[in-house]
Protein backbone atom coordinates (compact mmCIF):
# COMPACT_ATOMS: atom_id res chain seq x y z
CA UNK A 1 0.00 0.00 0.00
CA UNK A 2 1.40 3.45 -1.03
CA UNK A 3 0.69 6.49 0.29
CA UNK A 4 0.57 9.81 -1.03
CA UNK A 5 0.71 13.61 0.43
CA UNK A 6 0.79 16.61 -1.29
CA UNK A 7 1.92 19.93 -0.09
CA UNK A 8 3.51 23.70 -1.56
CA UNK A 9 -0.05 24.53 -2.32
CA UNK A 10 -1.50 28.07 -2.61
CA UNK A 11 -2.38 31.26 -3.81
CA UNK A 12 -0.28 33.10 -5.89
CA UNK A 13 -0.52 35.54 -8.72
CA UNK A 14 -1.13 35.46 -12.73
CA UNK A 15 2.61 34.73 -14.18
CA UNK A 16 4.09 33.54 -10.89
CA UNK A 17 5.72 30.49 -9.90
CA UNK A 18 4.96 27.03 -7.37
CA UNK A 19 6.55 24.45 -6.59
CA UNK A 20 4.30 21.59 -5.60
CA UNK A 21 5.36 18.54 -3.97
CA UNK A 22 4.32 14.40 -3.44
CA UNK A 23 5.92 12.04 -0.82
CA UNK A 24 5.54 9.03 -0.64
CA UNK A 25 5.52 6.17 1.62
CA UNK A 26 4.59 2.62 2.18
CA UNK A 27 6.12 1.27 -0.92
CA UNK A 28 8.93 0.92 -3.36
CA UNK A 29 8.71 4.46 -4.86
CA UNK A 30 11.18 3.58 -7.33
CA UNK A 31 8.82 1.06 -9.25
CA UNK A 32 5.90 3.36 -9.79
CA UNK A 33 4.81 5.88 -12.51
CA UNK A 34 3.98 9.04 -11.01
CA UNK A 35 1.05 11.24 -12.45
CA UNK A 36 0.00 14.78 -11.80
CA UNK A 37 -3.56 15.62 -12.11
CA UNK A 38 -5.97 18.49 -11.20
CA UNK A 39 -9.53 19.23 -11.01
CA UNK A 40 -11.37 22.57 -11.10
CA UNK A 41 -14.81 23.12 -9.46
CA UNK A 42 -17.90 20.76 -11.06
CA UNK A 43 -14.85 19.67 -13.93
CA UNK A 44 -13.63 16.06 -14.48
CA UNK A 45 -9.57 15.25 -12.71
CA UNK A 46 -7.71 16.02 -15.95
CA UNK A 47 -4.26 14.87 -16.61
CA UNK A 48 -1.54 16.99 -16.23
CA UNK A 49 2.26 15.66 -15.98
CA UNK A 50 3.67 12.24 -16.58
CA UNK A 51 7.11 10.72 -15.16
CA UNK A 52 7.82 6.76 -15.82
CA UNK A 53 9.38 5.03 -13.30
CA UNK A 54 12.77 4.80 -15.36
CA UNK A 55 13.10 8.33 -15.55
CA UNK A 56 12.75 8.20 -19.09
CA UNK A 57 10.92 10.93 -21.67
CA UNK A 58 8.18 12.95 -19.59
CA UNK A 59 4.43 13.97 -20.87
CA UNK A 60 2.14 16.96 -20.49
CA UNK A 61 -0.97 17.73 -21.69
CA UNK A 62 -1.28 20.58 -23.98
CA UNK A 63 -2.23 23.08 -21.50
CA UNK A 64 0.65 23.37 -19.76
CA UNK A 65 3.29 22.30 -22.20
CA UNK A 66 6.23 24.88 -21.84
CA UNK A 67 5.26 25.88 -18.54
CA UNK A 68 5.42 22.70 -15.95
CA UNK A 69 8.04 20.78 -15.19
CA UNK A 70 7.72 17.16 -13.79
CA UNK A 71 10.75 15.61 -12.09
CA UNK A 72 11.29 13.17 -8.85
CA UNK A 73 14.11 11.69 -6.45
CA UNK A 74 13.67 8.29 -6.09
CA UNK A 75 16.18 8.55 -3.26
CA UNK A 76 13.66 10.86 -0.86
CA UNK A 77 10.57 9.08 -2.58
CA UNK A 78 9.30 12.39 -3.87
CA UNK A 79 7.66 13.62 -7.04
CA UNK A 80 7.80 17.55 -8.12
CA UNK A 81 5.51 19.84 -10.32
CA UNK A 82 7.07 23.12 -11.20
CA UNK A 83 4.79 25.26 -12.27
CA UNK A 84 5.74 28.71 -14.36
CA UNK A 85 3.88 31.54 -15.87
CA UNK A 86 0.54 30.23 -14.14
CA UNK A 87 -2.67 31.19 -15.48
CA UNK A 88 -5.83 31.91 -13.75
CA UNK A 89 -7.00 28.42 -15.71
CA UNK A 90 -4.56 26.59 -13.67
CA UNK A 91 -6.45 26.97 -10.74
CA UNK A 92 -7.53 23.28 -9.14
CA UNK A 93 -6.80 21.01 -6.64
CA UNK A 94 -3.57 19.21 -7.75
CA UNK A 95 -3.43 15.56 -7.07
CA UNK A 96 -0.17 13.21 -7.55
CA UNK A 97 -1.08 9.63 -8.42
CA UNK A 98 1.29 5.84 -8.43
CA UNK A 99 0.66 3.29 -11.41
CA UNK A 100 2.28 0.04 -11.58
CA UNK A 101 1.44 0.25 -15.35
CA UNK A 102 4.75 0.47 -17.67
CA UNK A 103 4.19 2.76 -20.37
CA UNK A 104 2.36 6.91 -20.38
CA UNK A 105 -1.11 6.47 -18.16
CA UNK A 106 -2.84 9.39 -18.77
CA UNK A 107 -6.09 8.79 -17.65
CA UNK A 108 -7.45 8.35 -13.60
CA UNK A 109 -8.23 4.93 -13.49
CA UNK A 110 -5.00 3.57 -14.46
CA UNK A 111 -3.55 4.93 -11.15
CA UNK A 112 -3.71 2.44 -8.56
CA UNK A 113 -2.82 5.21 -5.55
CA UNK A 114 -3.62 8.77 -5.00
CA UNK A 115 -3.30 11.70 -2.71
CA UNK A 116 -5.65 13.85 -0.82
CA UNK A 117 -4.57 17.13 -3.06
CA UNK A 118 -3.18 20.42 -2.50
CA UNK A 119 -5.15 23.63 -3.82
CA UNK A 120 -3.16 26.00 -6.32
CA UNK A 121 -5.14 29.29 -6.53
CA UNK A 122 -3.94 31.72 -9.38
CA UNK A 123 -5.37 34.99 -8.87
CA UNK A 124 -4.80 38.84 -8.68
Known amino acids: QVQLVESGGGLVQPGESLKVSCAAS????????MGWFRQAPGKDRDFVAF????????YYADSVKGRFTISRDNAKSTVYLEMNSLKPEDTAVYYC?????????????????WGQGTQVTVSS
Open 97 to 113: AATNRGGLSRRPGEYEY
Open 51 to 58: IPWSLGAT
Open 26 to 33: GGTFSRYG
